[in-house]
């Protein structure tokens, strides 16, 4: 009897098949029947000829992979068919007994085939687009609340981010939002609680917080899954980089807001700006000033335009600076400025505004006669409930007037009885006379809609086009063309867009590319801008070398318009006239001119961003997907050859650009880029990932060593970082992946060198790592600490411990230092080693710290009640440093708390390489002037952060306890001491553990330690009883 079965209410066929297991995998057993229907393999035909070719290898790889994680196996895929006949789409589910695979295998449905195509069109464009681009995907069970990671992760997402993928969900089910920007978790939140309560989801755009302890925005879009019954199942979050997008957005919303000369807000905004802070006021005054440089056209007259624009910027800066936090400040006219602010009184805006006419007020001489710069102030002070804008800006404008009148230079209030001599009130916002209409010109309403098809198209080349078309039809000229410099060879322009008219024939094939090699000077100069030529057979109107060139094709006149990119000139954009000579109107001139600025700029953001994608523009060497590429393919067709995979980074690059300077790291990596490339022989490959790290493909080479290489390539760059940084000591650290004999998947290499290189970054002032299977299981392990580092601070699994310090003079404690416990459910207990390097790299330990600094001001609340007033050290990262709400957040937390800064002591662990870090060293002070007491740590180890000349940002040091651990040390150890003394600074040793080490302290002067000598750590509770036990 047949085992064949088919239910009429689904069209589903479906019958039993037996696969041998053994080395040659064969079909031992195929239904008759069902192998009759669906044209299937007799029983002894290998499996192979069972599937699609084109699926095969996924289901070779999914069944040896279900089989070594048990016995069940569940496949789909699609079945080998009759050349006329489609691929039939089934279902495989079976068990394995003994060597055998006993399945049942069923046909889908007639639409299922078509799904299962787009599904995995669908899948293959999205993981290409994941592995190309920076961007993370999540799947949510919305009923288990769950998370895992969808398909495939950016690699340059996580060297982006420098995190893992979002794993981790809060209390109440919704994905944890522990690294999004506090700002922005409301919105991260309410779109989560929208999937969850049956929404379709929608997107958002928020700042991630990376490892590297800053934020890069990200769009996250979310949609929703539903079940066959219409209720949500699953949710699938995609979030993508969009940091740079978002940036250059905000920048041009600056420059749109702001006018560009003085920096001051446009009439527009301002007006804006003030119509919502008339609609908010409640009670006071808004007083608002209109201001204007008195004999402004003098200056201009006598010392020029560009005298007159820096007067002008520089009475914009005195205007800001004198109204004072609060003012909102504006250029509404040429030389018209306009303030407001609130008022708490007339007497108080009058102040003001004099104030205004005192800080105007200079003199210059322009070589003849001394001249002196005033500016007149118009005030009116608007009470609440005043709406009329106009009315407002009329009557500060008639008090400008009445200020002009009487000589200038001084403050005029508006009052009734005003005389309005007839003056342009209301004409600074340029607000145009009502009889010249508002409508824009047909020029204008096209700047707008090129604008729109450039950046608003999908297809950059349909875009410029249409844009070619449209203005050479609009006017009448044969031919619209655009040139480009090849990139090889700047020397040759190719024919890149071209449109012409009916009657005029195309230059492609006719002039396709030429050469500008030989041009005079003359034409080069003319290229480089404006180039016309009203009668091309004029006599001299063209250079002999273009003239035939230029009459061949039939050009009677000609514009061109030269594309500049920071002064280089990078081709041309051209409209000819085929008919007559013509005479380019200046109307005409200018319009095409503007077109022809708004078609190249886009034209060389469109290149630059081909470029990145080809090439990294810091460094010249290939971008990473194309080094991926090009990778991926050395590894397939040359895989019998000896490769290795290095991920290289720079020790501390982050502080070569706070102490150097932005411009000198960019430069430190254009060398770094070029020596790399000189390194690199027999088809080595490397690339610049991001930031400072860099991969590498290189042979392994009889002779030297991968660790010999990095340590000889090192050795070679130093002379140009010398260069740079003087005697800075720059140092790499370097990971390697060997290739094994056979090859393997560039995903896999890369991942492994680059885990080897984080774990050379551990180890501080740099170093070199192999990658290692116990590696590997140490990234497991680190990983599982990162999944749960954030549940684990929401359910306070993190605790203090105390490590008492002790007077070595009397014995007694004279206070404690902050150490840190994590005991942990999945994970068990976990000692401050283990984690803190780890939050270190991937910027938690900002959040940890300020925990720990929350949990010690309320410890410290607590012994002031018991009174018990001893001091606390807390360590806090050196990544603080770089936040500018650092001091802000802990003034408030010993502030809500109640206690005296002065017992809070912060301790800055490692200050290797700030000396010269200005911005970290006000940090440091600001936060002595704040009240607190600073340590800092690691003194006198590698490069501290002391300056020995006396500007010291500490009232403490930390001996570290290399310096007292032997007998050997004692003389260097009493001479850091007599520093310290003479600095005025207090010294604090760490990690005392004989009574031995203590008496060699005390020989030298040091009067406070902490250490196993004298306590072990010790919960609050047991501090508190034994702080308690002393005092008595």
């Given at each position: 009897?047949s085992?064949?079965?088919m239910d009429?209410?689904r069209?589903?066929?479906?019958?039993?098949?037996?696969?041998?297991?053994g080395?040659?995998?064969?079909?031992r057993?195929?239904?008759?029947?069902?192998a009759e229907?669906?044209?299937?393999?007799?029983a002894?035909?290998p499996?192979?000829?069972?599937?699609?070719?084109?699926d095969?290898?996924?289901v070779?790889t999914?069944?040896?992979?279900?089989?070594?994680?048990?016995?069940?196996?569940r496949?789909?895929?699609?079945?080998?068919?009759?050349a006329?006949?489609?691929?039939?789409?089934?279902?495989?589910s079976g068990?394995?007994e003994g060597?055998v695979?006993?399945?049942?295998?069923?046909?889908?449905p007639r639409d299922?085939y078509?799904s299962?195509?787009?599904?995995?069109?669908?899948y293959?464009?999205?993981?290409?687009?994941?592995e190309?681009?920076?961007?993370q995907a999540?799947?949510?069970?919305l009923?288990?609340r769950?998370?895992?990671?969808?398909?495939?992760?950016?690699?340059?997402?996580r060297?982006?981010?420098?995190a893992?993928p979002?794993?981790a969900v809060?209390?109440?089910g919704i994905?944890?939002?522990?690294?999004v920007?506090l700002?922005?978790?409301?919105a991260?939140?309410?779109?989560?609680?929208?999937?969850?309560?049956?929404?379709?989801?929608?997107?958002?755009?928020l700042r991630?917080?990376?490892?590297?302890?800053?934020?890069?925005?990200?769009?996250?879009?979310?949609?929703t899954?539903?079940?066959?019954?219409?209720k949500p199942?699953?949710?699938v979050?995609l979030?993508?980089?969009?940091?740079?997008?978002?940036?250059e957005?905000?920048?041009?919303?600056?420059r749109?807001?702001?006018d560009?000369?003085t920096?001051?807000f446009?009439?527009?905004t301002?007006?804006a700006?003030m119509?919502?802070a008339l609609?908010?006021l409640?009670s006071?005054y808004i007083?608002?000033y209109?201001?204007?440089?008195?004999h402004?056209q003098?200056?201009?007259?006598?010392l020029?335009?560009?005298f007159?624009?820096?007067v002008?910027i520089?009475?914009?800066?005195?205007?800001s600076?004198a109204?004072?936090?609060g003012?909102?400040?504006?250029r509404?006219?040429?030389t018209?400025l306009?303030v407001y602010?609130?008022?708490?009184?007339?007497?108080?805006?009058?102040?003001?505004g004099?104030?205004f006419?005192e800080k105007?007020?200079q003199?210059l001489?322009d070589?003849?006669q001394?001249?002196?710069i005033?500016?007149?102030?118009?005030?009116?002070?608007i009470p609440?409930?005043e709406?009329?804008?106009?009315?407002?800006?009329?009557?500060a404008?008639?008090a400008l007037?009445a200020?002009?009148?009487?000589?200038?230079?001084?403050l005029?209030?508006?009052?009734?009885?005003?005389?309005?001599d007839?003056a342009?009130?209301?004409?600074?916002?340029?607000?145009?006379p009502?009889?010249?209409?508002?409508a824009?010109?047909?020029n204008?309403?096209?700047f707008?809609?090129?604008?729109?098809?450039?950046?608003e198209g999908?297809?950059p080349d349909?875009?410029?086009d249409?844009v070619?078309r449209t203005?050479?039809?609009h006017?009448?000229?044969?031919?619209a063309?655009?040139?480009?410099?090849?990139?090889?060879?700047?020397?040759?322009?190719r024919?890149t867009?071209?449109?012409?008219?009916?009657e005029t024939?195309s230059?492609s094939?006719?002039?396709?590319?030429?050469?500008i090699?030989?041009?005079s000077?003359?034409v080069?100069e003319a290229?480089?801008?404006l180039y016309?030529?009203?009668?091309?057979?004029?006599?001299?109107?063209?250079?002999r070398d273009?003239l035939p060139r230029?009459?061949?094709?039939?050009?009677?006149?000609?514009?061109?318009?030269?594309?500049?990119?920071?002064?280089?000139?990078?081709?041309?954009?051209g409209?000819?006239?085929?008919?007559?000579?013509r005479?380019?109107?200046?109307?005409?001139?200018?319009?095409?001119g503007?077109?022809a600025?708004i078609?190249?700029?886009?034209?060389?953001?469109i290149?630059a961003?081909?470029?990145?994608a080809?090439q990294?523009?810091?460094?010249?060497?290939?971008?990473?997907p194309?080094f991926?590429?090009?990778?991926?393919?050395?590894?397939?067709?040359?895989?019998e050859?000896?490769w290795?995979m290095?991920?290289i980074?720079i020790?501390?690059?982050?502080?070569?650009g706070?102490?150097?300077?932005?411009?000198?790291?960019?430069?430190?990596?254009?060398r770094?880029?070029a020596?790399?490339?000189g390194?690199?022989s027999g088809g080595?490959l490397?690339?610049r990932v991001?930031r400072?790290?860099?991969?590498?493909l290189?042979r392994?080479?009889e002779?030297?060593?991968l660790?010999e290489?990095a340590?000889?390539?090192?050795?070679d760059?130093?002379?140009a970082a010398r260069?740079?940084l003087?005697?800075?000591?720059?140092?790499f650290?370097?990971?390697?992946?060997?290739?094994?004999r056979g090859?393997?998947?560039f995903?896999?290499?890369?991942?492994?060198?680059?885990?080897?290189?984080?774990r050379?970054r551990?180890?501080?002032?740099?170093?070199?790592?192999?990658?290692?299977?116990?590696?590997?299981?140490?990234?497991?392990?680190r990983?599982?600490?990162e999944r749960?580092?954030?549940?684990a601070?929401a359910?306070?699994?993190?605790?203090?411990?105390l490590?008492?310090?002790v007077s070595?003079?009397?014995?007694r404690?004279a206070?404690a230092?902050?150490l840190?416990r994590?005991s942990s459910?999945?994970l068990?207990?976990?000692?401050?080693?283990?984690?803190?390097?780890?939050?270190?790299e991937n910027?938690f330990?900002?959040a940890?710290d300020?925990y720990l600094?929350?949990?010690?001001?309320?410890l410290l609340r607590?012994?002031?009640?018991?009174g018990l007033t001893l001091?606390?050290?807390?360590?806090?990262?050196?990544?603080h440093l770089a936040?500018?709400?650092?001091v802000a957040?802990?003034?408030a937390s010993?502030d809500?708390?109640g206690?005296?800064?002065r017992l809070l002591?912060?301790?800055?662990?490692d200050s290797?390489?700030?000396?010269?870090?200005?911005g970290?060293?006000?940090?440091?002070?600001a936060?002595?002037?704040?009240?607190?007491?600073?340590?800092?740590g690691?003194?006198?180890?590698?490069?501290?952060?002391?300056d020995?000349r006396?500007?010291?940002?500490?009232?403490?040091?930390v001996l570290?306890?290399?310096?007292?651990?032997?007998?050997?040390?004692e003389p260097?150890?009493?001479?850091?001491m007599?520093v310290?003394e003479?600095?005025?600074?207090s010294a604090?040793?760490r990690g005392?553990e004989t009574?031995?080490?203590?008496?060699?302290l005390?020989?030298?002067g040091?009067?406070?330690?902490?250490?196993?000598?004298?306590s072990?750590p010790?919960?609050?509770?047991?501090?508190?009883?034994?702080?308690r036990?002393e005092?008595?």
């Open positions: 009897m085992a064949v079965k009429p209410g069209g589903l066929i479906c019958g039993l098949i037996c696969v041998d297991l080395a040659e995998s064969r079909l057993f195929v239904d008759p029947a069902l229907q669906l044209s299937l393999p007799p002894g035909a499996v192979q000829e069972l599937v699609l070719p084109e095969w290898a996924a070779e999914a069944l040896r992979a279900q089989l070594a994680a048990g016995d069940e196996v496949l789909s895929f699609r079945l080998t068919q009759p006329d006949a489609a691929p039939a789409a089934v279902s495989c068990r394995r060597g695979l006993w399945a049942a295998l069923a046909l889908a299922f078509q299962y195509e787009q599904l995995t069109q669908w293959d464009g999205f993981r290409a687009l994941l190309n681009s920076g961007q999540y799947e949510w069970d009923r288990a769950t998370l895992s990671e969808a398909g495939f992760q950016s690699l340059l997402w060297e982006l981010m420098g893992e979002l794993l809060d209390e109440d994905p944890s939002s522990e690294n920007y700002a922005d978790v409301p991260f939140r309410r779109l989560h609680r929208s999937v969850l309560a049956g929404g379709a989801g929608g997107s958002v755009e991630m917080r990376t490892s590297y302890g800053t934020y890069r925005w990200c769009r996250l879009t979310l949609a899954l539903y079940d066959l019954e219409g199942r699953r949710a979050g979030l993508a980089d969009i940091d740079e997008e978002k940036r957005a905000l920048a041009l919303a600056q749109t807001e702001r560009q000369l920096g001051l446009n009439g527009g301002l007006r700006k119509l919502t609609e908010k409640e006071g007083a608002l209109v201001v204007d440089i008195d402004y003098e200056v201009t007259d006598r020029g335009i560009l007159g624009e820096a002008l520089g009475a914009a800066d005195k205007l600076a109204a004072g936090e003012a909102v400040c504006g509404i006219g040429a018209t306009a602010r609130r008022a708490a009184s007339r007497r108080e805006a009058a102040a003001l004099r104030g006419c105007m007020r003199s001489a070589g003849k001394e001249l002196c005033t500016a007149s102030v118009g005030l009116v002070l609440p409930g709406r009329d804008f106009s009315l407002l800006l009329r009557q404008d008639l007037a200020a002009k009148r009487a000589g200038g230079g001084r005029v209030a508006y009052r009734r009885g005003i005389r309005d007839g342009d009130a209301g004409a600074y916002f340029g607000e145009a009502a009889a010249a209409g508002s824009k010109s047909f204008e309403n096209m707008y809609l090129f604008f729109n098809m450039l950046y999908e297809d349909r875009a410029v249409l070619l203005a050479g039809q006017f009448h000229v044969s031919r063309y655009i040139y480009e410099a090849e990139p090889e060879d700047r020397q040759i322009l024919l867009h071209e449109w012409c008219s009916d024939e230059l094939g006719r002039l396709e590319t030429f050469s090699a030989g041009e000077a003359a080069r290229r480089a801008g016309q030529c009203d009668d091309t057979g004029a006599p001299g109107a063209l250079p273009i230029v009459q061949e094709r039939g050009i009677r006149a000609f514009l061109q318009y030269g594309i500049q990119d920071h002064g280089l000139y990078r081709g041309c954009i409209f000819d006239d085929c008919v007559a000579p005479i380019w109107t200046d109307e005409e001139g200018e319009t095409l503007r077109i600025n078609v190249g700029g886009y034209l060389l953001r290149r961003q081909e470029r990145r080809r990294d523009p810091r460094t010249g060497l290939p971008s990473f194309r991926r590429r090009q990778a991926a393919r050395t590894l397939a067709d040359r895989s050859e000896g290795a290095m991920s980074d020790v501390r690059f982050g502080d070569i706070d102490t150097f300077g932005a411009e000198t790291s960019e430069r430190l990596l254009a770094l880029g020596q790399l490339r390194q690199l080595e490397a690339c991001r400072d790290e860099f991969a590498l290189v392994q080479r002779g030297e060593t660790l290489r340590r000889r390539f090192e050795r760059f130093a002379p260069a740079l003087g005697s800075y000591d720059l140092r650290r370097c990971g390697f992946s060997p290739v094994a090859g393997a998947a995903s896999a290499l890369y991942d492994c060198a680059a885990l080897a290189r984080r050379a551990r180890g501080g002032r740099g170093g070199c790592v192999y990658y290692s299977a116990e590696l590997g299981a140490e990234e497991q392990r990983r599982a600490i749960q580092a954030g549940k601070l359910d306070r699994q993190f605790q203090l411990a490590a008492p310090v070595l003079e009397s014995g404690p206070g230092r902050v840190t994590w459910p999945a068990g207990e976990l000692r401050q080693e283990e984690f803190l390097p780890q939050f270190e910027g330990v900002l940890l300020y600094i929350d949990e010690t001001c309320a607590r012994w002031q009640r018991a001091p606390v050290t807390v360590p806090f990262s050196r990544l936040q500018c709400d650092f957040r802990v003034t010993a809500k708390a206690v005296p800064r002591r912060l301790e800055l662990s290797t390489g700030l000396r010269d870090n200005a970290a060293l006000d940090t440091l002070r936060l002595r002037e704040a009240g607190f007491a600073v340590a800092v690691d003194f006198a180890l590698n490069d501290s952060v002391i020995l006396g500007k010291t940002p500490c009232d403490q040091v570290p306890r290399q310096l007292f651990a032997s007998a050997q040390e260097l150890l009493e001479g850091l007599q310290v003479a600095l005025g600074l604090l040793a005392v009574e031995a080490e203590a008496e060699r005390r020989r030298a040091c009067l406070l330690a902490e250490g196993g000598a004298f072990v010790l919960s609050p509770a047991e501090a508190e009883e034994l702080f036990q005092r008595e």
